[in-house]
C-alpha cells in the first residue's frame, strides 16, 4: 500500500512501473519463442557476452547500453551462426563465447579507473533509476519487436516448430532464425535496466514457460506471458519497495515462485482430477 501512494507522486515509481510494463511485453513476445524454440541457452550466452560490449563501452567513455546494444546484435549473429555451422559442437562453442564476453568485460572494466556505479546498475538492475529517455528507448524496440512478429509470424510459427518443413516450404530458415536471435538480443537490452545483465534469462523465459502450460497457441502464449511479466515486475517492484530490497532481484523472486507454484500445480493437477 506504501508503493501504491506514494506512486500518485513520485516520478521515479513511475518511470520504473513503466519500465517494467514494457519489459514484461518485449520479453513475454520473445520469450515465447525462446520456450518453444527450446533456444534458451543461445539466449543465456548472447545475454552473457553483452558484457563485453559493455565493458569496452565503459572503458571508452561511451554510455555502456550503447555498447550492449552493440555486443548483443554481434553476438546474436555469431551465435546463431555457429548453431547452424556446428551443431554437434553449440554447447561447448556458446560456452566459449559466453566465458570470453565475460571475460573481456571484466578486464575492460578493471583497466578503467573508478567505481561506476551505472555500470552496477546495469550488471544486477536499477530500475528505479530508469529515465524518460530510457523509456522512450525501451518502447521503441517493443515497437520493433512486436512489429516483426506481426509481419512474419507465419514463417517464425513454421520456424520454431518445424524447420524442415518451414524449409520445404521455402522459407528461408537462416534468415528468419538469425532474425529471431536478433530479436532476442534487443529483449535482453529491454531488460538488462529492470533486472539485470546477471538476471535478464530468468524474466526473460519462466512467464512465457508459465504462459505455456497452460495455452494452446503461440498467441495465446505470447499475450498471456505478456500479462504475466508485467504482473511480476508491477508485484515484485511493490513489495521492494518498503523494505528497501534490490527491486530486480525481488521482481525475480517473484517470477520465480510463480514458476515453481504453476510446476507444482499443473503436475498434481492429474492426480487431484484422479481422486474425484
Known amino acids: 500500500m506504501d508503493f501504491w501512494e506514494a506512486f500518485g507522486h513520485v516520478a521515479f515509481l513511475q518511470n520504473a512501473l513503466i519500465a517494467g510494463i514494457l519489459a514484461g511485453l518485449g520479453c513475454g513476445v520473445v520469450g515465447s519463442f525462446v520456450v518453444v524454440k527450446r533456444i534458451g541457452f543461445l539466449a543465456g550466452g548472447i545475454a552473457h557476452t553483452v558484457l563485453g560490449g559493455m565493458g569496452v563501452a565503459y572503458y571508452l567513455g ?3 547500453l550503447s555498447g550492449a546494444l552493440v555486443a548483443a546484435l554481434l553476438a546474436a549473429l555469431l551465435i546463431g ?6 551443431r554437434e559442437r553449440e554447447d561447448t562453442l ?26 552496477m546498475g546495469y550488471l544486477f538492475g536499477n530500475i528505479l533509476m530508469v ?7 525501451m ?3 517493443d515497437g520493433v519487436i512486436i512489429l516483426t512478429v506481426v509481419l512474419f509470424y ?16 521455402g522459407v528461408p530458415v537462416t534468415f528468419f532464425y538469425l532474425l529471431l536471435l536478433c530479436m532476442v538480443a534487443l529483449t535482453v537490452v529491454l531488460l538488462i535496466q ?7 534469462i530468468a524474466l526473460l523465459m519462466l512467464p512465457a514457460a508459465i504462459a505455456g502450460q497452460y495455452m494452446g497457441s503461440l498467441v495465446g502464449m505470447m499475450l498471456l506471458a505478456s500479462f504475466l511479466g508485467m504482473l511480476f515486475a508491477s508485484t515484485g517492484l511493490a513489495i521492494a ?28 493437477r492429474p492426480r487431484w482430477r484422479a481422486q474425484r
Open 194 to 200: 529492470v533486472v539485470g545483465l546477471i538476471l535478464v
Open 154 to 169: 507465419k514463417q517464425f510459427l513454421a520456424l520454431s516448430f518445424d524447420e524442415e518443413f518451414a524449409r520445404l516450404r
Open 131 to 137: 529515465s524518460q529517455a530510457q523509456l522512450y528507448l
Open 94 to 119: 556458446i560456452s566459449a563465447f559466453w566465458s570470453m564476453g565475460m571475460a573481456v568485460g571484466m578486464i575492460f572494466i578493471s583497466r578503467t579507473p573508478g567505481y561506476n556505479v551505472d555500470l
Open 62 to 64: 561511451k554510455s555502456p
Open 241 to 268: 519497495y518498503e523494505p528497501d530490497l534490490p527491486a530486480g532481484s525481488t521482481i525475480v523472486l517473484v517470477t520465480g515462485g510463480a514458476y515453481l507454484f504453476s510446476t507444482v500445480g499443473t503436475g498434481l
Open 81 to 86: 551462426w555457429v548453431s547452424l555451422r556446428w
Open 139 to 141: 518502447a521503441a524496440v
